[in-house]
Each structure stands twice: as structure tokens, then as C-alpha cells.
């Protein structure tokens, strides 16, 4: 009698955990994690979780740059170039410029800023959608990185490099820069009226409007902090990999989408689940570098990663309509 | 002949048409008429198939039609134009006029654009539609586009033709045109059903008048035997069903909220203006696009206003957005259309609810930070409040039924503590407890809470039991203002008489 109380209230522990929409990507990271360990020996050393856990972090800043238009329904296909733009100003601020490394990442994210509010304020104004507007805008972005740097790298001082390969106990010092941005991310929207207002606006603009929310500045708002998170991106990145230059983010779009779109963030917004999020950024970075352990063939790669991106949200897909009967 | 026999139509929860029996004859033009929600709208989607009737049949000309949907309508050639055009913009006339039999004019995959042409050319020629085949919809006036909506449903040789409020985006002068097309059309036979709530119109076009209200068929007359009035009343002068709920006498209490004159380029209204005392429901009566709405919009702030004054308890104020009238003013606007503009449907019950009145839920004014506890015991609370039915306040919004969705979009202003509340058509879609429990609800928000209340409303009887001053609005002007709590203690009846007068 009682072993099958305990069996049920087990049940109902699955199925309330299946009902989430994380769900689909912890039991992801746990399938990815024993595959790896168990096809390789070096997946589940110190070194290698400790060097997953930094490109984890950047890859969690790249897609929170998409996360912050993903929840207003809109997108940013300038995240690339504005890391691109990112890291050329932030090397000639450090090298030709030699400013201190503070001002410099100031510097830089005002720069971002200064994008965003572009991306933004084009969107609302010539009331296009964020997708024609950002196109263009990459452009630009990209021609004025390589038109000033002509493609050449700019050197990175020891100092500001030293902060990417900071080590905290077994974790690195990006790794907590980004749990701390996550649930800095979960509080924002679920404890702060602006945050509630931006996923109000991405559940429905023209009841946001009628709730007395002024949606026209929330949507320049949400694209100046996309493009300022995708220079924090552009900083961090030039610190891990000690160098800045202007091919950096040639592949952040595709896969800030793709963290979003394996986390479980609606691509035509009003959510947001931190968990969901953070586990996209792991599964994506997982993914690569198990790949590379497990001696694919590096030209392959692209297909693999595709196929299980592919996999994972279809999975989720399911879920969700099954969620949506079993309630 | 088209024959309706005992169609009846159940929703979960509400009888739309009950027993409803009605011919369409050869060469006739009928009209449709009604309030919102009366049932006509529900009719013509069972007559073109989209919506299958719970019993009854549906008989065209001797053969009994089982209709899936609207393609098998066009098959039996009914069509239907809609109130709103259903072009693409980018093709020519022609290509649109032949798009759903454009395999007929293909040959080994090409088009044979000559012959897409010259059919498209017979069926403008029907509607007397001189252009040129060729050019893109896009280029055309609202009144051709119309026009070759009413082509198009031509084009699948149509004897039974829907006209569902066609000249709502056309002027005079371009509805003149149209009606042109419709006596023309009537030579040739064809059975029109035509749907307005303009009664100039209906009296001008129509053949023969059917009157639909709450789901029932109230009568069918020859045009020429009634007026107006007599159509006012068949439409709103039924028994009273609601209980005279009593007396406001609010009339010396002090104004809470006044506008004065407001225009808009917009709508293209000029120097309206009302006022509301606390503890009144002042009732906006008119037709949809009466100008009701339209004002409401433009004060508020939602739609810019060219010119007017705005007064809060005596003091100006300056209503340049919405979110100004709520957050500043705690001004609320329940709105007329839930599911675009009041309600977000793929958030919680919860979310909806206190999404006005977030702030109430701060650890303190100094931090603003939401407490999600207290977040959630006040959606509770209203939940409980308004007996909104849900199996949890994490339910999404967009699965309640109309009634509750009605009332979580209540709720949401409640709980924003507004003191002037506006509500926009608040019972269009629900049922009839909802109904008369939300009807309670703004009684008492006016007699209990001493709230300034405007209701706008095109069903009579509604503004009839509730306020006991009303506005009359038609073709964006204030007609008239009936007031007096003895006048609304009157029966229905006198009162809806009197009002009748003012649409003659």
C-alpha cells in the first residue's frame, strides 16, 4: 500500500517535470554528458570541464545578446558584427590608444550601446521589422570593423587577457560571470515591472499598449541591451582568446539562435525560463567539443551539430503538445 | 430557392441560433439585421459551410446540403463576400478573380494569362468594373477592391451571393455604386444576403428584412410594409430580461472625469465632449463605428487627438498617452476586443490579472523588486473574487471560455484600483451568466465603490438596465442624451421606442 503511494507521488514528480519547459534540455545535457564520458576518456576531465565551462559562458552571453529581442518577438542578425565592431574599438582603445583597460570596456559597451539604439530606433521609427533593420545594420557594422582594422589583429595586454583564464576553484572566472548573468536574467523578468513589461510586449504588443506600457520604447530598450550584451559578448571573447579582431563573431548569429531555440525561448517571444537558457548554452558548447573528442571528422562537424539541434527541438516540439494535452 | 429549416447552433455553453427557419428567394435582396451577437454572423458561416448547424437542414433548391466547408459551398455556388478585403495586393485583377480555378487555365504548367484575362474581364463587366485586368489590386481604391471581391465570388457562378457588411470601408458615393451592382444582380436571379448595421441602407436596398436577436429569429417583413422604427424595435424591444437593478441618483455627486472638445483627424470627429460623475454608468449607446469607441480612444490618449481639454476631479489634465491615463491617473479601459487587446493568452491566468498593478507587489516604493507571493495571493484573490473558473491561476488565459476571459480582463483593471473605469462592449461573446454577473459587477463598482463608470454598448437593453444616463452616438456625432432615473425606470419597451427615434 504504501510502496505504491510513494510510486505515484514519484509519477507526479516526472510528470510536473516533464510539463516544464526545460525539461527536454536537462534530460539532453544528461544523454550528451554519459555519451561523451562514455565514447571518450578526456570528456570528463578537469581540464576539459573547466575549458567547457568558458566557452559555455561567452556562448551564454552571444545568446543572451539574442535572448533580449527574442522576448519582444523581434531579432538581432547584427549580434556577429556587433562583437565584430566590439572588438575592434576595444583593441584600439587598449593598443593605439593605450587607455586603461576599465575605460576601454567602457568604451566598448557604449559603443554597443550606441548600435542598439540605432537597431532600435530605425525599427520603431520606419516601422519595419527588426529583421530587414539588422540586416542592413550588420553590414555596416561589419564594413566600419574592417574598413578601420583592414582585418588586422590588435594586440591584447597580459592584464586583460589574465581575466578570461581566471580560475575559481575547479570553475573558471567566466563561468560564474555567467550564472550570475543568468539568474541576474531570471530575477529581471520575473521580479521587475520593466522586465514583466518586455515580456508583456512580446506576448502581445497591442495589449501591452492598452496596459499603459509604451511599447515603442521598450522595443529601442530591449535592442540596447542586445547589441550592449553582444559587446560584453566581444569583451570576453577577446579576453579568453587573447586577441581582438574583426572576424570575430562571423558565427555568432546562427548560434545564438540555436542556443535559444535548444533552451526553449519562444523565437516570437513573451517567455523567458533562465534554466532553459543556461542549459542551451551548455548542450550547443557540449556538443562541439564532444564532436571534436569523439574524432569526428572536423569538416562534418556543421552537419552533426545541425542534426542534433534539429533533434533537440523537435523533442521539444513534442513535448509541448503533449504538455498541452496532459493539462 | 435557399431554405433554412429549425437551424439550430450549440457552443459549449451558449444556444447561438435556435430554431431558425428562413427561404432566400431568386432575385431577392434580404437583409440580415441584429446586434452583435444575435446570431447573423453564426448564420451566414453555416450557410457558406465554415460552421456545420447542431440540427436542422440547409436546402437549396430541392437538395439538401451537407457542407464541410467553404470550398463545398462554392461547389454548390454559394459565395461570400467579407467585411474586409481578401486580396493579394501584389497580383492583378484577373489572377485574383481566377486564383482558386487557376489550373483550369493551364496547360502543360503555363498559364494562359490571355484567357485568365478575358474571364476575369466577363465577371468586372457583371459588376461594371471598367479597368484594366491587368493592374496590381494594390493600385485600386477601397470601393474597386470591393468591387472585384463581389467579381470574384461571381466568378465561381454564384446563385447564392453573402454580402457581410460590404460598404463599411467604402463611401457614399462608392456604396451607391455597389448597390447599382446589387439591382443589377437582382435581374439576373441571383439570391442576396445582405448583412448592415446601417438602416439607411438596408431600407434603401432590401427586398425583405429578418431580424435576428439573442440567437432567435424575430421576424421576416417585406421592406416596403415597415420603417425604422418599427426595425429598432424588433431589434432591441423585447421583454425585459434584467431586473431594474434601482436608482445611482448620482446626479449630485461631483464629476470625476470630463473631456471636452475632442477632435480627431483620425476618425474625423470634432468637439465632443462628456462627463461622468462618480457612482454613474454613463452609457455610450451607438453602432459599431458610430464614433463610441473612436472617442473613447482619442481622449484616452491611445489615438492621437487634434485638439481637446481633459478634467480629473475638477483639475486639468493632460492625456498625451495610455499609459499616462493608468499609471498616473488611474484611468482603466476594459477593451472591446479581449483576445488582440486585452488579454495576453499564452501567459497565465495570474500574469493577466496583476499586470496593471505591479507595483502594488514592490517589497517596498523605495525597491522595486515584485514579490511573486504577493504577486500571486492578489490574483488569487480575484480569481475568487469574480468566480473566474479555472483549474489554477497558472492556467493560460487563452483556454478559459469567453466569459472568463472577460472577466480576467476585468479583473486586471480592478486590481489597477482604478477609480474611472471604461467598459468597451463588456458581455460581446459570453455567455448568459457571465453576462449577468458582470452586469452585477459594474452595478456595484458604481452603487458599492463609487466608481465613474462608462459603458459602451450597441446592445440596448444592456445600457437600459445599467446606467441611468446615456449618450447617443451615430455617424460619429452625439445625437442625444437621455437621462433620468425615472425615465430608465420606465419599461423597455417606451424607452427603446424613444430611442428609435433618434435612427429615423
Known sequence: MNSKNEKKSFRIIMRDFFLQ??????VAIILLVLIFSIGTDSFLTQYNLYNLSRTAAVYGFIAGAQLMVAVIGGMNLAVGSVGALSCVVLGISLQNLGLPIPIAIIITLAVGAICGYINGFLTVKLRLSGFIITLAMSFIYDGIALGVSHGYPYQIPDAFASLGRAKLGITSGLFIMMLVFVIALAIFFKNTKFGRDILATGGNQQAAKLSGIRTNAITISCNVLSCIIASLAAILWCSRTASATSSTGEDWMLYSFAVCAIGGISLSGGNFTGIGFFCGAWILTMIRNGLTMLNVDVYFEQAFLGAIILLAVSVEAIRTRVAEKIK | MLELKKITKTFPGVKALSEVSVNFIEGEIHAILGENGAGKSTLMKIICGIYQATSGQVVLDGEELHLHNYNDAVKHHISIVNQEINLIPEASIAENICLDKLSRFTKAGFVDWNKVNKTAQKYMDMVGLKINPTIKVRHLSAA?????QIAKALSTEAKVLMLDEPTSSLTQYEADILFDIMRDLKKKGIIMIFVS???????????????????CLVGTELTKDIDQKKIVRMMIGREFNMDYKGRLDADNHSVAFKAEGISSNVYGFHDLGFEVRKGEILGFYGLVGSGRTELIRTTLGIDPKSAGKTYLNGEEIKLSSFSKALHKYRIGYVT?????????????????????????FYVSTRIPFILTRREKENSKKYVDELEIKAPKITTKAGSLSGGNQQKVSIAKWLSAQCDVIIFDEPTVGVDIGAKSYIHDLIWNLAKKQ???????SSDMNEIIALSRRMLIFKDNKIVAELKGEDFFAQSAKMISEKIGEFFV
Not at chain 2, 197 to 212: A, P
Not at chain 2, 450 to 456: E, S
Request: glycine share 4%; proline share 0%; net charge negative.
Open chain 2, 450 to 456: 463609487q466608481k465613474a463608470v462608462i459603458l459602451i
Open chain 2, 197 to 215: 448595421h446601417k438602416l439607411d441602407e438596408v431600407m434603401e436596398i432590401s427586398d425583405k428584412v429578418t431580424v435576428f436577436r439573442d440567437g
Open chain 1, 21 to 26: 519547459s526545460y525539461s527536454s534540455s536537462i
Open chain 2, 336 to 360: 472591446e476586443n479581449r483576445k488582440e487587446e486585452g488579454l495576453f493568452l499564452d501567459n497565465s491566468i495570474s500574469m493577466n490579472v496583476s499586470m496593471n498593478s505591479l507595483d502594488k
Open chain 2, 144 to 148: 474597386h477592391k470591393q468591387q472585384i
